[in-house]
């Protein structure tokens, strides 16, 4: 099983900030099958990024993808006070598809 | 716009049956993409439990598989999941969720709200 793990645990910053998120694979991630998830307080995890780069639908242009094999970045490049949540990366390259621990991004 | 919901009981007692049932609505299970159910045990991460296709192929994470067992309604468009032999360690909220399908695994593009499953006598 291939362990995600993500740093820092917690990142605070400032509305207007560029915010950049690390998540780093035990193994390779077969194709980049790395996706990025945003959770807020009592809600569903939303989806951000699959395959590494691609923005899902609906998603602002602010949110970028990056990295291959085993290192992966979530990139935001202007912070919104709407994207101070817990981000999750998961890979689907190998089964069972796993998640990190999350990084949570606060308000400083 | 896709919509899922979960639904079954909030409370189950240690050693028994888990039942859960996601009704979608917006699409038709039976026009494609896989279904699934992932957990997340209070203030932790998540956790994939299993997906399954209308035909009733699945696919379950090597540790819960013995105790899983997921199936489809497709007159309903429902689907479902049941964990047997649940201990304290199975309460979680558990989400229901599209699979989009590649290679044998899968990535979630729309969850349901969640569901609160608590494991206590």
């Known amino acids: 099983e291939t362990v995600l793990t993500q740093s820092p645990g917690t990142l605070s910053l400032s509305p207007g900030e560029r915010a950049t998120l690390s998540c780093r694979a035990s193994?390779?991630?077969?194709?980049?099958?790395l996706a990025w998830y945003q959770q807020k307080p009592g809600q569903a995890p939303r989806l951000l990024i699959h395959?590494?780069?691609s923005r899902a639908t609906g998603i602002p242009d602010r949110f970028s993808g990056s990295g291959s094999g085993t290192d992966f970045t979530l990139t935001i490049s202007r912070l919104e006070p709407e994207d101070f949540a817990v981000y999750y990366c998961?890979?689907?390259?190998?089964?069972?598809?796993?998640f990190g621990q999350g990084t949570r991004l606060e308000i400083k | 716009q896709v919509q899922l919901q979960e639904s079954g009981p909030g409370l189950v007692k240690p050693s028994e049956t888990l039942s859960l049932t996601c009704t979608v609505s917006?699409?038709?299970?039976?026009?494609?993409?896989?279904w699934g159910w992932i957990r997340q045990p209070p203030g932790k991460g998540l956790e994939w439990i299993g997906s399954?296709?209308?035909?009733?192929?699945?696919y379950y994470n090597p540790s819960l598989k013995s105790r899983v067992t997921m199936s489809v309604d497709t007159s309903r468009n429902q689907f479902s999941l049941k964990l047997t032999s649940v201990t304290a360690a199975d309460t979680a909220v558990y989400y229901c969720?599209?699979?989009?399908?590649?290679?044998?695994?899968?990535?979630?593009?729309?969850w349901g709200q969640g569901t609160l499953v608590t494991v206590s006598s």
């Open positions: 399954i296709y209308h035909s009733g192929s699945t």
């Open positions: 917006g699409y038709s299970i039976s026009s494609g993409y896989y």
């Open positions: 395959g590494a780069s």
């Open positions: 193994q390779s991630v077969s194709r980049n099958y």
């Open positions: 969720a599209r699979s989009y399908y590649a290679s044998g695994s899968f990535f979630y593009d729309y």
């Open positions: 998961q890979q689907y390259g190998s089964s069972p598809n796993t």
